[in-house]
């Protein structure tokens, strides 16, 4: 209560701008919850469950903005104000203006810190700026983060001054003109490329921690058969103690003490495990002590499961989930909103996408090419949603070798011409989603590269992720160029599911298929021809063609299929193959046919 009503109070002082002088951009279609967007609250749920504090102060709202050239200085007059965290390009910004690589984007803003945050460090947060952003505080520069994905903070206590504060945020996103992880982003959309999004596009917000030290992040991993939980907390420096208590909702069920920055093993006695049935999840409390004191408290949470695979008694290596087999179905979950790109337009609408997942008796989403906000994956968590988490691939796709792809040919195909520092950028921003997402339990596979778009070195590649997170499955090349290495051979088939080949070795899944059509007027992104493999006219007849489709699934899981992805939850911009239309007001299918077929399809592997 004390936070909420903290961020209500910082953002009725921090907006004097009316309501009125803000609007929608542009006569796109929208989604019902563009319509309850308020500039002076925008969503204000605390963006990093993972690792909460109780004391913040929200930044979203109505900045300064201005495009300049490339070269240009600071400007001293800006063009109007923008709506963060909403890409310049869409409509909840309230610009909608598209950029190039020529230019700069600018933001600026000012604010008051609390009285009582006095004495303490400040820390300036941001979800994610795509794609390089420098960040001054009073003119003076705190710091630059490249890559549009990850999330960033900066101390800006030594750039503090007494009184108002101001913040100046100078973007540059070149999108797919150079060869840096963009997923379906393109300056020119079309087909299956979406509209470009530049600058800020998840939460900014300040925190004060001790200066001191301070909890930086907390990871979880565990052992189902010992029934233990492990937990290792990173610090700002390994001076001090940790106290840790995980809670089966009011019972505490272990607590322990460790130093900083060592992994705490805690006995968790009849553990309760997570699956997509029962999404269980402990309350842990992570207090940091110093000199006896109490410096930093942060709330997390954590699940006991464990994602494996071992062979069946047909000789086919299985998927398992606590030990168990597990036929891993869901849709391509492409994560764009009419109205916000990127950005869904409040808590609510993120958590939609997911139930609605569930509804038509999934199990599994599979992320396609994007990175979401921290809470996207709270809520799979809660939900009970297994991830498939995809790393966004390189712009490269223009310079794939003509007819190379090799799709769904073990060894088959050449690798993109990536040069050194396209592979390092690569690297880096893997790097930084994995380390920001690994703490979420319903992460159960990544997935390096999709359909040769910007694919190289997979064996290489597959070798790094599986070293940096070895307690997830790997999937190599999703539909693209197959190699023999990693946890998962997955080949693409349009429209109608296929297996064309199974391994004794690899697990196999189908990692997209689908993608049947269905237009809806009056919920259409483009006035000309909308895109699907193939096309029906009303709700019985795409239902029909679903039904047939998942049931031929039925002949392959037998066989070793493991996993299968339909194309896909949502309509996006020109593409029409969604569950849903893109502004999620209807729905296209019979959920209760869907999710009987699915519920059965699942349950096959029981």
């Not at 990093?48 to 495009?67: C, D, H």
Request: hydrophobic share 40%; with cysteine.
């Amino acid at each position: 209560m004390k936070r909420n009503l903290l961020s209500l109070l910082a953002a009725v002082a921090l907006f004097a701008t009316a309501n009125g002088e803000w609007k929608i951009a542009g006569d796109k279609i929208r989604t019902s919850w563009a319509e309850e967007i308020d500039v002076e609250n925008v969503l204000p749920e605390y963006p990093r469950p993972q690792l909460e504090r109780s004391e913040w102060l929200n930044l979203n709202g109505l900045w300064s903005y201005a495009v300049t050239d490339l070269n240009a200085q600071k400007p001293n007059t800006f063009d109007g104000q923008i709506l963060v965290p909403f890409a310049i390009e869409s409509a909840l910004s309230g610009v909608q203006k598209s950029l190039t690589k020529e230019n700069l984007l600018w933001y600026e803003r000012t604010f008051t810190l609390p009285s009582n945050w006095n004495g303490q460090r400040i820390m300036l947060n941001f979800g994610a700026v795509d794609w390089s952003a420098d960040v001054y505080v009073n003119d003076i520069f705190v710091g630059n983060h490249t890559g549009g994905y990850a999330p960033f903070s900066l101390d800006i206590t030594p750039a503090l001054k007494k009184g108002e504060q101001k913040i100046v945020v100078r973007v540059w996103d070149p999108t797919d003109t150079i060869h840096n992880p963009v997923g379906k982003q393109r300056i020119e959309p079309s087909g299956i490329w979406y509209t470009a999004v530049s600058g800020i596009w998840q939460t900014v917000w300040l925190e004060p921690v001790a200066k001191a030290n301070h909890i930086e992040a907390i990871t979880t991993d565990c052992d189902i058969v010992r029934g233990e939980l492990y937990l290792n907390t990173i610090c700002a420096n390994d001076n001090g103690t940790l106290k840790i208590e995980v809670k089966d909702g009011e019972n505490v069920v272990c607590s322990t003490t460790a130093l900083c920055g060592v992994k705490a093993t805690l006995p968790i006695a009849n553990a309760k495990l997570w699956s997509p049935n029962t999404p269980n999840l402990y309350d842990v409390t992570v207090s940091l002590i110093q000199n006896g004191k109490v410096i930093d408290s942060v709330k997390s949470y954590a699940a006991m499961r464990q994602f494996s695979t071992k062979r069946d008694e047909g000789g086919h290596l299985r998927i398992t989930l606590n030990g168990e087999p597990i036929f891993m179905y869901g849709p391509l979950d492409q994560g764009w909103w009419p109205d916000g790109l990127y950005t869904a337009p409040t808590d609510e609408a993120l958590l939609s996408d997911i139930t609605l997942t569930k509804e038509l008796g999934f199990n599994t989403i599979r992320k396609h090419i994007k990175v979401e906000p921290a809470r996207w994956y709270y809520h799979c968590d809660r939900e009970g949603i297994v991830v498939w988490q995809d790393m966004p691939c390189l712009a490269l796709y223009k310079n794939d070798t003509k007819g190379g792809w090799g799709r769904n040919n073990i060894g088959g195909g050449s690798d993109s011409p990536a040069t050194r520092e396209e592979k390092n950028t690569y690297y880096k921003e893997w790097a930084e989603i994995m380390d920001a997402l690994r703490f979420f339990p319903s992460i159960g596979v990544w997935v390096s590269f999709n359909e040769a778009w910007g694919q190289f070195d997979t064996e290489k590649v597959v070798e790094w992720t599986a070293t940096n997170d070895p307690t997830r499955l790997i999937n190599g090349a999703s539909g693209g160029n197959l190699r023999l290495c990693g946890h998962i051979l997955d080949i693409h088939n349009y429209p109608a599911p296929a297996m064309p080949f199974y391994s004794s070795d690899y697990v196999v899944v189908l990692g997209e298929y689908g993608g049947i059509g269905y237009p809806i007027e009056g919920h259409l992104w483009w006035n000309k021809r909308n895109w699907g493999y193939i096309q029906f006219n009303n709700t019985d007849e795409v239902t029909a063609e679903y039904v047939k489709y998942a049931t031929m699934l039925k002949d392959f899981i037998p066989q070793g299929m493991s996993a299968a992805i339909y194309t896909q939850t949502t309509d996006v911009e020109g593409e029409v193959n969604g569950f849903v239309t893109y502004d999620r007001k209807v729905t296209k299918m019979d959920k209760a046919k869907v999710n009987a077929i699915n519920t059965e399809i699942i349950n096959l592997l029981k």
